[in-house]
């Protein structure tokens, strides 16, 4: 299951950036859709830094329910038929 984090009905919006005009030369040689080409690689960046940020906030929590279920085992041991 993948939870979306952004609209992805939103509408577009006209963004000007300055790209390497080589780089531009060979994707409109290639017939890359720049638009949808950096649209996914924005949703990747933002994702990615969005996990860093929860891993960064959430490290000492993990870690203390790590160390609980070392020291106490995990919720459900009890009921475990293997």
Same mark, same amino acid.
């Given at each position: 299951?993948? +939870?979306?984090?952004?609209?992805?009905?939103?509408?577009k919006?006209? @963004?000007? +950036?300055?790209?390497?005009?080589?780089?531009?030369?060979?994707? #409109? @040689?290639? #017939?890359?859709?720049?638009?949808?080409? +950096?649209?996914?690689? =924005?949703?990747?960046?933002?994702?990615? #830094?969005?996990?860093?940020?929860? =891993?960064?906030?959430? /490290?000492?929590?993990?870690?203390?329910?790590?160390?609980?279920v070392? #020291?106490?085992? /995990?919720f459900?041991?009890?009921?475990?038929?293997?």
């Amino acid at each position: 299951m993948t +939870v979306s984090f952004y609209n992805h009905d939103a509408p577009k919006q006209t @963004a000007h +950036v300055s790209i390497n005009s080589d780089l531009l030369r060979q994707a #409109k @040689a290639e #017939k890359i859709n720049l638009s949808q080409t +950096v649209e996914k690689l =924005l949703a990747t960046a933002i994702r990615d #830094k969005k996990r860093q940020e929860w =891993l960064d906030n959430s /490290c000492d929590a993990i870690e203390e329910y790590r160390q609980f279920v070392e #020291k106490n085992g /995990c919720f459900g041991d009890a009921l475990r038929c293997f």
